[in-house]
């Protein structure tokens, strides 16, 4: 099946792909993600921009199902495609946005393609999110030819999704998302196509009934959803996206008043309200910043990671971060004192090879080889080096876990001992360019 969109469609697409990270899911689009599926307590899920990475062994060990699979699906004309980013459903099944939706119901083996409106000609996926505690509801926001937003539901899971759209609109849908507690509330996030009207949309009935409330926001903001908060349902935290600035903004009362914005120069790369009601927000540039459980005024900063991703298991106080492979030390590490210093959980080079199962072995193959190539990675799923020179060659280094250091090596560090280490990015450079492509602005 090909994916075509019409004139009118491919120019709101344009308009879309001209402004930054609006093409989304929720706030933080075509970065790492990682996830804690409900169903398994020690399997831990990293979203990379080359594929699915898989611990079953809380970090111990990694393999992975690569992309081109994941995307292929059942459908070998979308190969090629790019998974902009994975969602995990509360029975632990996997579902991943690229130009249409794939998921995964077996841990990253086999990758069917969903059916129904999302599958339908002269549509884009534009987000997705799957209800955290109804392993059958799932909600997804549509691009048509018409240049109009369509919310769609599946009632099995991402399997197929409905025809008829519980929401119509011709502004931009830039977000969606399910409450945990009660999960009968749904967010979304909207904005017209000239840049103005940012608007919070609530829904108490599951997106039967909609209520608007305008987002105190100048002209130009693409408002986001980062989280709505897991025990109350009233609060959301949004990201504001405009130009050379990033803020957070608090919705309180389901809408109805808003906290002063926090801005920032640049742009935000990640957030977590955690268990503790901690707020993290992080950006690549190695800034991290923490606003106390409670508390109203501004955020702290201090130097963190290059941040690509924050996260937690439910009910655990361990923080997860994604960070830089070369400037950090790590491409997954945690947090034990919040957020003061991380340990390196993980690099790629720690990937043992594809997913044991056929599918994966087989279809994965090529790619395998290509990341044992530009990172010097030995062969077999034997998680060891080929040889001392090939990882030298591809500039790999396997140095202590990043903990806390006290005076920080020269050439660049962020607290935590994440140290610069300059012949790993260049392989990290090459991996990119070779296994990925360039994602969404």
Not at 25 to 31: I, K, L, M, S, Y
């Amino acid at each position: 099946m090909t994916r075509q969109l019409t004139s009118a469609g491919l120019a709101l697409v344009a308009l879309a792909v001209a402004s930054p990270r609006v093409l989304a899911n929720g706030a933080f689009p075509d970065e790492f993600s990682v996830h804690f599926p409900a169903p398994a307590p020690h399997r831990i899920l990293l979203g990379a921009n080359f594929g699915l990475i898989v611990s079953e062994d809380d970090g111990a060990t990694w393999r992975y199902s690569c992309e081109p699979w994941i995307t292929q699906g059942s459908d070998a004309a979308l190969s090629g495609a790019s998974v902009d980013f994975y969602q995990t459903c509360a029975d632990g099944a996997v579902l991943a946005q690229s130009l249409h939706v794939t998921r995964s119901s077996d841990v990253g083996c086999t990758w069917p393609q969903s059916g129904g409106s999302v599958a339908a000609p002269n549509v884009f996926v534009r987000d997705l999110f799957p209800d955290p505690t109804d392993t059958s509801f799932v909600l997804a926001i549509l691009l048509d030819d018409h240049s109009n937003s369509l919310l769609v539901a599946s009632h099995n899971g991402g399997i197929t999704f409905d025809a008829a759209p519980l929401y119509k609109t011709a502004a931009i849908l830039s977000g969606i998302e399910i409450s945990r507690m009660p999960p009968s509330v749904i967010y979304a996030t909207s904005y017209a196509t000239n840049g103005s009207n940012a608007t919070l949309l609530r829904s108490t009935d599951r997106g039967a009934n909609w209520t608007p409330y305008p987002i105190p926001a100048p002209s130009g903001t693409q408002p986001r959803i980062m989280q709505v908060d897991p025990v109350d349902s009233s609060v959301v935290y949004l990201r504001l996206v405009g130009g050379q600035t990033d803020s957070i903004l608090i919705a309180r009362n389901g809408g109805q008043s808003f906290d002063p914005a926090f801005t920032i120069n640049g742009q935000f790369s990640a957030f977590l309200r955690a268990t503790d009601g901690t707020l993290y927000a992080g950006t690549q540039a190695g800034v991290l910043y923490t606003r106390a459980p409670g508390a109203t005024s501004a955020f702290t900063n201090a130097p963190g990671p290059h941040l690509r991703c924050l996260g937690q298991r439910p009910g655990a106080s361990r923080i997860y971060a994604c960070g830089d492979f070369f400037l950090d030390g790590f491409s997954l590490g945690t947090s034990d004192d919040g957020g003061k210093t991380f340990a390196r959980v993980m690099n790629f080079t720690d990937i043992l090879g594809p997913l044991t199962c056929a599918p994966v072995t087989t279809n994965c193959a090529a790619h395998w080889a290509r990341i044992q190539s530009v990172l010097g990675i030995g062969d077999g799923g034997t998680g060891t080096l080929a040889d001392a020179g090939s990882a030298v060659d591809a500039g790999v280094t396997t140095g202590p876990d990043a903990g806390a250091v006290s005076t920080p090596p020269p050439g660049g560090a962020t607290k935590g001992g994440c140290s610069t280490v300059a012949a790993g990015g260049a392989a990290l450079i090459c991996l990119l360019a070779l296994l990925s492509r360039k994602r969404k602005s």
